[in-house]
């Protein structure tokens, strides 16, 4: 990369070239837009393979072509006619938004002492959030199989949601901490030594700073409940509380020989898409949010 | 580690004391009520859970008369680590973590020095990378399934071949690998893209002045200083990878040569009702991932005492 502009006679200054297209900006090589090129094909491909596969019905479907012949919305029509389907995805829709509230809310109290305050053991506390992160869900479902069916929670949403606040309350945490770190302790002084309590200076300053980091986690953590799938299958016998992905799996399972595909791409592309769009509206946020989980973490 | 905090926690308090003391709670009073309603539900939702699991490992439970268990000690796990089809299970994970981590290493890192270096691409990059992130991984495995899967996708036309992708040993298996790689590749190229942008560009300024080549540059500048970002993004991906359940579930129904240590553990208890031996396969897949966990959190270290820092 960049092999060309090193022999360019004058190369520009690296300040200068971050603009792009900004006069005297070095040319792009043309071998660098068909990597360009390659990499989008490689992203978008398979999806378009699956609308392709979605708007086909009968003959069609295994004709193998590279577009509908005769485009449908039969398999639209007939998942939202299917009541599985708009149950999975009121499931899903309570689950995640209540999952992801209780954690963020829970998460911003314990976030927000472990960046601000004073006390003994954070690094543990902090270690221990993170090594939950890193569990694997097998390990929770297994016991939680035999205990939701005692204690009456299996196959509800309340069985659901406790499981994935295991892994959305930790990850909520640590993605707070890191963003309420960043906001400059001076205003929370000020309001200190103006008289405001510490309740207070975390209520009135903190939170309205923190919204982009409350924001971040709070995707993060929808999307990570809205694709949770072991639990959702494991803990769940019937439609009355299971969420899309398991939904999906189970129209794929029932019958192995012939497989409604058609159905289940259209399933398939009416849940990714607002996920794209939420994902793409917001993908400054979560590319943030996942560097400070990962990287910087 | 515990050396560690006590130094950090020791030192916060030399520093100048705001005039805080008076009002509201105390600054510890108030960090522990805020911290405490955390603790308590990681106390409930992980640590319980995993306690009762590890329980219910160590007994033996009738098919017949439903609660009756008697103590087993640490048969159900000799059992397991007898049993040929764990061991397949578990090679299956080793194989598609180690291909797949590989694969979106090399790939991520591609995709990440294009992005660096495309001027006017750049922005689409870096929206288009972001698709099959927030695409969920049930419908990856649809999508999979629609390409490979014979009649419906286009794979064995391409090639020429009438190879059954999801149905015969190595070729499923290579399925899943390659949707993961789909997957997360992005990822991975979005991480190491952050760990790129923080390289200061004067350093490859004075390399060119000094007569370095591009690949010298990249193998002498650009690589050393990925190598934090690049370990982080590697072993967290090799976490993830070990606990691996939905693709080869949707995909192949873990059948063909790619059941894993979770899908094995899931049909033990949940499909055949075998909640002893069941629960011995999940702890033991969770010691696994806890091992690597330990090297992650080592590696991350600094940068969690950076966070504990006052």
Same mark, same amino acid.
């Given at each position: 990369?960049?092999?060309?502009?090193?022999?360019?006679?004058?190369?520009?200054?690296?300040?200068?070239?971050?603009?792009?297209?900004?006069?005297?900006?070095?040319?792009?090589?043309?071998?660098?837009?068909?990597?360009?090129?390659?990499?989008?094909?490689?992203?978008?491909?398979?999806?378009?393979?699956?609308?392709?596969?979605?708007?086909?019905?009968?003959?069609?479907?295994?004709?193998?072509?590279?577009?509908?012949?005769?485009?449908?919305?039969?398999?639209?029509?007939?998942?939202?006619?299917?009541?599985?389907?708009?149950?999975?995805?009121?499931?899903?829709?309570?689950?995640?938004?209540?999952?992801?509230?209780?954690?963020?809310?829970?998460?911003?109290?314990?976030?927000?002492?472990?960046?601000?305050?004073?006390?003994?053991?954070?690094?543990?506390?902090?270690?221990?959030?993170?090594?939950?992160?890193?569990?694997?869900?097998?390990?929770?479902?297994?016991?939680?199989?035999?205990?939701?069916?005692?204690?009456?929670?299996?196959?509800?949403?309340?069985?659901?949601?406790?499981?994935?606040?295991?892994?959305?309350?930790?990850?909520?945490?640590?993605?707070?901490?890191?963003?309420?770190?960043?906001?400059?302790?001076?205003?929370?002084?000020?309001?200190?030594?103006?008289?405001?309590?510490?309740?207070?200076?975390?209520?009135?300053?903190?939170?309205?700073?923190?919204?982009?980091?409350?924001?971040?986690?709070?995707?993060?953590?929808?999307?990570?409940?809205?694709?949770?799938?072991?639990?959702?299958?494991?803990?769940?016998?019937?439609?009355?509380?299971?969420?899309?992905?398991?939904?999906?799996?189970?129209?794929?399972?029932?019958?192995?020989?012939?497989?409604?595909?058609?159905?289940?791409?259209?399933?398939?592309?009416?849940?990714?898409?607002?996920?794209?769009?939420?994902?793409?509206?917001?993908?400054?946020?979560?590319?943030?949010?996942?560097?400070?989980?990962?990287?910087?973490? | 580690?515990?050396?560690?905090? *006590?130094?950090?926690?020791?030192?916060?308090?030399?520093? %100048?004391?705001?005039?805080?003391?008076?009002?509201?709670?105390?600054?510890?009073?108030?960090?522990?009520?805020?911290?405490?309603?955390?603790?308590?539900?990681?106390?409930?939702?992980?640590?319980?859970?995993?306690?009762?699991?590890?329980?219910?490992?160590?007994?033996? &439970?009738?098919?017949?008369?439903?609660?009756?268990?008697?103590?087993?000690?640490?048969?159900? &796990?000799?059992?397991?680590?007898?049993?040929?089809?764990?061991?397949?299970?578990?090679?299956?994970?080793?194989?598609?973590?180690?291909?797949?981590? %590989?694969?979106?290493?090399?790939?991520?890192?591609?995709?990440?020095?294009?992005?660096?270096?495309?001027?006017?691409?750049?922005?689409?990059?870096?929206?288009?990378?972001?698709?099959?992130?927030?695409?969920?991984?049930?419908?990856?495995?649809?999508?999979?399934?629609?390409?490979?899967?014979?009649?419906?996708?286009?794979?064995?036309?391409?090639?020429?071949?009438?190879?059954?992708?999801?149905?015969?040993?190595? &070729?499923?298996?290579?399925?899943?690998?390659?949707?993961?790689?789909?997957?997360?590749?992005?990822?991975?190229?979005?991480?190491?893209?952050?760990?790129?942008?923080?390289?200061?560009?004067?350093? &490859?300024?004075?390399?060119?002045?000094?007569?370095?080549?591009?690949?010298?540059?990249?193998?002498?500048?650009?690589?050393?200083?990925?190598?934090?970002?690049?370990?982080?993004?590697?072993?967290?991906?090799?976490?993830?990878?070990?606990?691996?359940?939905?693709?080869?579930?949707?995909? *192949?129904?873990?059948?063909?040569? %790619?059941?894993?240590?979770? *899908?094995?553990?899931?049909?033990?208890?949940?499909?055949?009702?075998?909640?002893?031996?069941?629960?011995?396969?999940?702890?033991? %897949?969770?010691?696994?991932?806890?091992?690597?966990?330990?090297?992650?959190?080592? *590696?991350?270290?600094?940068?969690?005492?950076?966070?504990?820092?006052?």
């Amino acid at each position: 990369m960049g092999a060309t502009t090193a022999e360019a006679p004058q190369a520009a200054p690296a300040r200068r070239r971050k603009k792009t297209g900004a006069a005297g900006a070095p040319k792009t090589p043309w071998w660098l837009y068909v990597v360009v090129a390659a990499i989008v094909v490689f992203c978008l491909f398979p999806f378009y393979w699956m609308i392709n596969i979605s708007l086909k019905t009968g003959a069609d479907l295994t004709s193998g072509k590279a577009y509908p012949p005769s485009p449908t919305l039969a398999n639209y029509e007939s998942i939202f006619q299917n009541g599985d389907f708009t149950r999975a995805l009121l499931n899903s829709a309570v689950v995640s938004v209540t999952t992801t509230v209780l954690a963020l809310v829970v998460g911003s109290f314990c976030a927000y002492a472990l960046a601000r305050l004073r006390f003994r053991g954070k690094f543990p506390i902090l270690a221990l959030v993170l090594s939950i992160t890193t569990f694997p869900a097998i390990a929770i479902a297994a016991p939680l199989f035999r205990l939701w069916s005692d204690i009456g929670i299996y196959n509800t949403w309340i069985g659901l949601i406790i499981p994935n606040l295991t892994f959305a309350l930790p990850l909520a945490i640590y993605i707070l901490v890191s963003f309420f770190k960043e906001i400059p302790k001076d205003l929370e002084e000020a309001a200190l030594v103006d008289g405001a309590t510490y309740f207070q200076a975390f209520r009135k300053v903190v939170v309205p700073l923190a919204a982009p980091g409350l924001a971040t986690a709070g995707i993060l953590t929808f999307i990570g409940v809205w694709n949770e799938f072991l639990f959702a299958i494991t803990l769940t016998s019937s439609s009355s509380a299971r969420t899309v992905p398991a939904a999906i799996a189970f129209f794929t399972g029932s019958t192995q020989f012939e497989l409604p595909l058609g159905t289940i791409s259209a399933a398939s592309v009416v849940i990714s898409i607002p996920l794209i769009f939420l994902v793409l509206f917001f993908q400054k946020r979560i590319v943030a949010g996942l560097t400070a989980g990962a990287v910087k973490g | 580690m515990a050396d560690a905090t *006590t130094s950090v926690t020791e030192a916060a308090p030399k520093q %100048t004391q705001p005039p805080r003391r008076s009002k509201g709670l105390s600054e510890r009073r108030l960090a522990f009520l805020m911290v405490s309603p955390s603790m308590l539900l990681i106390a409930l939702v992980a640590a319980y859970p995993i306690g009762y699991g590890i329980w219910l490992s160590l007994h033996e &439970y009738s098919v017949r008369v439903a609660g009756l268990s008697r103590w087993a000690g640490l048969r159900n &796990y000799t059992t397991a680590l007898g049993d040929s089809e764990w061991w397949a299970a578990f090679w299956h994970t080793m194989i598609f973590a180690g291909a797949s981590v %590989t694969l979106e290493l090399v790939i991520g890192l591609g995709m990440a020095m294009t992005m660096h270096a495309a001027f006017r691409g750049q922005g689409i990059l870096r929206t288009v990378v972001l698709v099959p992130w927030a695409v969920l991984t049930v419908v990856t495995a649809v999508m999979w399934r629609t390409m490979f899967q014979s009649p419906l996708g286009f794979v064995n036309t391409i090639l020429g071949t009438d190879t059954v992708w999801l149905g015969d040993e190595p &070729y499923a298996l290579i399925v899943i690998i390659l949707a993961d790689v789909w997957k997360t590749a992005p990822f991975m190229a979005l991480l190491i893209l952050a760990g790129l942008q923080v390289i200061p560009s004067e350093i &490859y300024e004075a390399a060119k002045v000094d007569g370095a080549t591009a690949w010298q540059r990249f193998t002498r500048i650009t690589l050393p200083l990925l190598t934090p970002a690049i370990l982080v993004a590697l072993i967290f991906r090799t976490l993830d990878a070990l606990r691996v359940f939905d693709l080869p579930f949707v995909l *192949t129904n873990a059948k063909s040569g %790619t059941s894993t240590l979770s *899908t094995i553990a899931q049909e033990t208890f949940a499909s055949n009702r075998i909640y002893g031996l069941g629960s011995a396969m999940a702890v033991l %897949t969770f010691l696994i991932v806890m091992a690597v966990s330990l090297i992650y959190i080592r *590696t991350v270290g600094g940068n969690i005492r950076g966070l504990a820092e006052d």
